[in-house]
Nanobody
Framework: QEQLVESGGGLVQAGGSLRLSCIAS????????MGWYRQAPGKQRELVAV???????NYADSVKGRFAISRDGAKNTVYLQMNSLKPEDTAVYYC??????????????????WGQGTQITVSS
């Protein structure tokens, strides 16, 4: 069964760091543009980081300079390194395949079904 599994979330103080991982079973992540989305309570899900097939990256302005997306093809895993975390980063984080049209706009629906996500809570 094809699925995405996110992990690495938790509770962290403001200014702290976390690294999220996303493993896909039944999918090959290297041949897809991949992204990390997040959904805060009462807000719409937003795309915050993208990594292209070629390794290019793009970020939402709200996380630029603090978050870094990467991938390990051998492990079929995508990562999100999150530094200098802020309370407003509190959300459930999801990974998914990103359509080409979303790479620059940082908008749009993903290509696959959602995984269960991983909760990040940043305390002030």
């Amino acid at each position: 069964q094809e699925q995405l599994v996110e992990s690495g979330g938790g509770l962290v103080q403001a200014g702290g760091s976390l690294r999220l991982s996303c493993i896909a079973s039944g999918r090959v992540l290297n041949i897809n543009h991949m992204g990390w989305y997040r959904q805060a309570p009462g807000k719409q899900r937003e795309l915050v980081a993208v990594i292209t097939v070629g390794g290019g990256t793009n970020y939402a302005d709200s996380v630029k300079g603090r978050f870094a997306i990467s991938r390990d093809g051998a492990k079929n895993t995508v990562y999100l390194q999150m530094n200098s975390l802020k309370p407003e980063d509190t959300a459930v984080y999801y990974c998914n395949a990103v359509p080409g049209g979303s790479i620059l706009t940082m908008r749009g629906d993903p290509l696959w079904s959602w995984g269960q996500g991983t909760q990040i809570t940043v305390s002030s």
